[in-house]
């Protein structure tokens, strides 16, 4: 397993520039240890940042240099991620989100984005209503997305969500994925099992992860503390995932991909300058992690 973060990593109140950010966070991860960063697109197409202008292509390229300098590579991504659950709002949008999620698998391919990581359309639906509908929806809407992506030789990975509200939500359980990825049936399509989500939805992340088997492509490593809609996207340990069994899993499994730290506010919340001595903690734990996966 490859150790990585994603490439968020200021909170609000940095005096870094958006147009410097990634580049900024890029450089701390690898002093701190890091040879993989997830590019996170849907922040790098934010107002000011490197790929919301029409100079979207140079700016990749420039991201592309940068990475190569450092030493640094982007095997695992994430796409720019809408919520689907307001595709029957007129207000939305989708034509502009549709060309965002291709700008970021035309990125992705410049970049040598191996699996990048894309949200199911996740409609609540009642319980006894089943699934059925956003299960074609998805099957439909992803396809021109897909076909993208495999013709670029960028593998896509669908991440488990979890519930908003009272209601189960599509994309929830292993089940759902595992059904959808092989239904699209393509060796580039995959699962990318998120241990924060599945903890918010009350998942047996250690079953889950033994039925995916191959399908597992990526993850996403963060915790929190089980309760409803709390997805705190905390460092692992300090949220109540029993992280052992999990581990073993992983090993079971043989999975090795990246093992992908996404942590939304370990560093978020310092000033600037303490980032890098958080990031070189981050990374002596997820080196303790892959370690403890490897021994067994
Ligand atoms: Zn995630």
């Not at 450089?27 to 100079?55: H, M, N, Q, T, V």
């Not at 989500?197 to 993850?219: M, N, T």
Request: aromatic share 10%.
């Amino acid at each position: 397993m490859r150790l990585s973060i994603t490439s968020t990593l200021l909170g609000p109140g940095t005096s870094v520039p958006p147009g410097e950010n990634l580049s900024y966070c890029l450089k701390l991860c690898r002093e701190a240890g890091f040879r993989y960063a997830d590019l996170d697109f849907g922040a790098l197409i934010r107002p000011g940042f490197p790929l919301s202008g029409e100079d979207w292509e140079e700016q990749t390229e420039r991201i592309g240099r940068q990475g190569e300098e450092l030493g640094l590579s982007f095997d695992q991504s994430h796409a720019f991620v809408y919520r689907t659950r307001e595709w029957t709002d007129p207000a939305v949008d989708r034509g502009l989100y549709g060309d965002r999620i291709r700008r970021s698998i035309l990125a992705a391919a410049r970049l040598k984005v191996r699996w990048l990581v894309f949200h199911t359309a996740d409609l609540d639906a009642p319980p006894d209503d089943g699934f059925d509908k956003t299960r074609a929806f998805n099957l439909e809407y992803w396809k021109p997305f897909v076909g993208l992506a495999v013709r670029n030789g960028v593998g896509i990975a669908f991440e488990n969500l979890f519930m908003s509200g009272r209601h189960p939500r599509y994309g929830m359980t292993a089940e759902d994925l595992m059904n959808l990825v092989d239904t699209i049936g393509d060796p580039l399509v995959g699962v990318c099992w998120d241990t924060g989500h599945a903890h918010v939805a009350g998942q047996d992340q250690p079953a889950s992860i033994r039925l995916l088997g191959p399908r597992l492509k990526a993850l996403h490593v963060h915790d929190n503390h089980g309760r409803p809609k709390a997805d705190e996207h905390l460092s692992p340990y300090r949220g109540t995932i029993v992280w052992p069994p999990i581990l073993k899993a992983l090993r079971e499994t043989g999975y090795s991909g990246n093992f992908s730290l996404e942590l939304k506010r370990a560093t978020a919340e310092l000033p600037d300058a303490l980032c890098g001595d958080m990031l070189r903690f981050l990374h002596r734990l997820g080196r303790y992690m892959i370690e403890q996966a490897e021994a067994g």
